[in-house]
């Protein structure tokens, strides 16, 4: 990543991972380097010596519809060269914030006898060579404030210091401001801006924290990431952010897993005799018919007549069998038959093959009805936005969320940068019977009425009137794989934080990925595969870890609608049981309740695994 424009033998400011420009420091993020705080240009700004595509028509395809954009392509973020005679590559970054406090060490005493940390808050434009020109006329170094405002729309700009001490936005921007501190400076009622020019009047920090207050203003709409003269439209109330704060910047990216086309063969083989024959079929038995003929024999030989009439179908206009949403076809392949689907090759994008079930222990039996080892996998992610103070995650389905409005990455969008990982992975599949049996418990429906409520609760809380409650089967599976994701890291080889899930409930199936992919090599170790063979092992562990939690009785006892604790979207689920690193997670954590899965000590009817089997 590069500052500015750079002469080819001038090194970069600072330097970021591929990954890291499509998570925690994409366009319009906030990062801190040696000497400076910047915020990372957007797609305008970055330069390639060679671009390289990344080729997945399936997210290609999907982001063009979704986005409305006639034209779309996935490029990997620049990667700096060590030829010194190739152009230079790289990111620029604007300086951000202006706003800088002075390193000096000096007090204030307040006319009640207080004493408080003081330095000199300046402007940008009022330094001397990079530096505060203090009392002695020596120039004493610098930082950057803190704190900036921004608007939920992801706008952001620098806080008018003069406006905010003296509570008016007159044109006065003369005379020293001064940033006094008490304590450990991390309490905003202890932190005041002082103007010194009006016998030292000070406003507390706190008061920009008070919702609806807005204090601050109304947002002027700037992205600066865009260019330094670029501004939006927008009327919503500034908000405090503080630069390092977690809900600075959330990247919302689109995944998919690469699947195999083992459609095109079925394909190329109706459209032969579709317009003679098979489009005046209305059923599976005129399928049957119609594939006596010769002609159509021939051309359907390979393919079932199930198949062929589910082709049918969509051709016909079944909306719902042909607009598949992004898990609805990862799932249809890992659950496709033959048993082997893909090609084991050197660097080949999937390969995966079904287990057999003989002799699963009874636990398992009728609940467990498919295990894929998927020795090679490769996901591509590729970012479309990003939020600040809250995040717009895919909804269970992978479908991007488009009611949370996103900033945009560039001023005008042709191409999104995206990264390729490579790894491997286990599939577990759910019997929708017993998942279906399950649901019909007196136990389980009420604890679907608490979680629910808890949802409302949250959604109300939020603001968030266009969520959905994702159910309870996802809720189970969701625990179930944040169980497994602890339980195997223990043998597969790789930690915890390196393996991700994707869990799958809806009308098309259930079932939970646990996968890794690696820029490299890392991905493919065989670790996750071994742990397929043994899935049966496994699962037993990880039941055996949600049984009690370290934080029993206090931890199964919680209830999703309990205001006072405010962890709506939990159920039994804590640091001590089910939260892993949200590297893992594909929820951030939430929609997580252990009583789904295992009896707990204060729930024993809502097991999905009951504990008379286990």
Not at 65 to 89: G, H, I, Q
Not at 303 to 317: F, Q
Request: hydrophobic share 35%.
């Amino acid at each position: 990543m590069s500052k500015g424009k750079q002469a080819k033998n001038i090194p970069p400011t600072g330097e970021l991972r591929q990954s890291q420009l499509l998570t925690t420091f994409g366009p319009g993020s906030m990062v801190d380097l040696p000497e400076h705080a910047v915020l990372i240009g957007g797609l305008d700004h970055w330069q390639f010596a060679e671009r390289k595509r990344v080729f997945e028509d399936r997210l290609e395809s999907y982001l063009r519809e979704k986005l409305s954009l006639s034209e779309l392509s996935l490029y990997e973020p620049p990667v700096d060269t060590d030829d010194p005679t190739a152009l230079r590559s790289g990111i620029t970054a604007f300086l951000f914030p202006a706003w800088f406090l002075a390193q000096v060490d000096e007090t204030y005493k307040t006319p009640d006898g207080r004493l408080y940390r003081t330095r000199p808050l300046i402007p940008w434009n009022r330094l001397v060579k990079g530096g505060y020109l203090n009392r002695d006329r020596k120039i004493v170094q610098v930082v950057p404030v803190r704190f900036v405002q921004a608007c939920v729309k992801g706008h952001i700009s620098d806080i008018d210091w003069y406006a905010y001490a003296r509570e008016t936005f007159k044109p006065d921007r003369v005379g020293p401001l001064w940033f006094d501190e008490g304590g450990a400076g991390n309490d905003f009622a202890e932190i005041y801006v002082r103007d010194e020019r009006k016998s030292n009047r000070r406003r507390a920090l706190s008061y920009a924290t008070i919702p609806g207050a807005h204090v601050l203003g109304k947002c002027s709409g700037r992205q600066p990431w865009l260019g330094p003269k670029i501004w939006d439209s927008c009327e919503e109330p500034n908000r405090l952010l503080t630069r390092s704060a977690s809900n600075a910047y959330f990247s919302q990216t689109v995944s998919v897993i690469a699947i195999p086309d083992t459609d095109a063969a079925l394909k190329g083989a109706v459209d032969e005799v579709f317009e003679d024959f098979l489009q005046y079929c209305e059923s599976l038995d005129d399928v049957t018919r119609e594939r006596r003929k010769q002609r159509v024999m021939n051309a359907l030989e390979g393919h079932s007549d199930e198949a062929v009439w589910g082709e049918i179908e969509r051709r016909k206009g079944d909306v719902a069998a042909e607009n598949r949403s992004i898990k609805q076809a990862e799932i249809e392949t890992l659950m496709a038959s033959p048993d082997t689907v893909g090609e084991d090759v050197p660097g080949g994008d999937f390969y995966a093959r079904a287990r057999s079930l003989v002799g699963m222990p009874a636990p398992f039996q009728g609940r467990l009805d498919r295990v894929v080892l998927v020795h090679r996998l490769r996901e591509v992610v590729a970012q479309v936005g990003f939020t600040r103070f809250e995040p717009a995650m895919p909804d269970i389905d992978g479908e991007l969320d488009l009611h949370v409005e996103p900033a945009p990455l560039a001023r005008e969008t042709s191409w999104l940068p995206a990264i390729e990982n490579k790894g491997e992975g286990v599939f577990l599949s759910f019997s929708r019977a017993a998942i279906e049996t399950w649901l019909g418990r007196p136990g389980v429906r009420a604890r679907s009425e608490l979680s629910m409520a808890g949802f409302e609760s949250w959604r109300e809380r939020k603001g968030a009137d266009t969520a959905a409650f994702p159910g309870v089967p996802y809720l189970m599976l969701h625990s179930l794989s944040h169980l497994l994701i602890t339980a195997v890291a223990l043998d597969c080889g790789y930690s915890a934080s390196a393996i991700r899930e994707r869990v799958y409930a809806g009308k098309y199936g259930y079932g939970i990925l646990l996968y890794t992919g690696t820029a490299g090599s890392e991905g493919t170790l065989g670790g996750l595969v071994d742990v397929g063979r043994d899935i049966e092992g496994h699962l037993r562990r990880a039941l055996e870890l949600g049984r009690l939690c370290s934080n029993d009785p206090v931890c199964a006892q919680h209830e999703p609608p309990n205001p006072h604790e405010e962890r709506f979207l939990h159920g039994s689920a804590c640091h001590g049981c089910l939260l892993i690193a949200e590297t893992s997670c594909e929820r951030r954590n939430e929609y997580l309740d252990r009583a789904l899965v295992v009896p707990t000590v204060s729930t024993r009817d809502t097991a999905f695994f009951s504990g008379e089997d286990g």
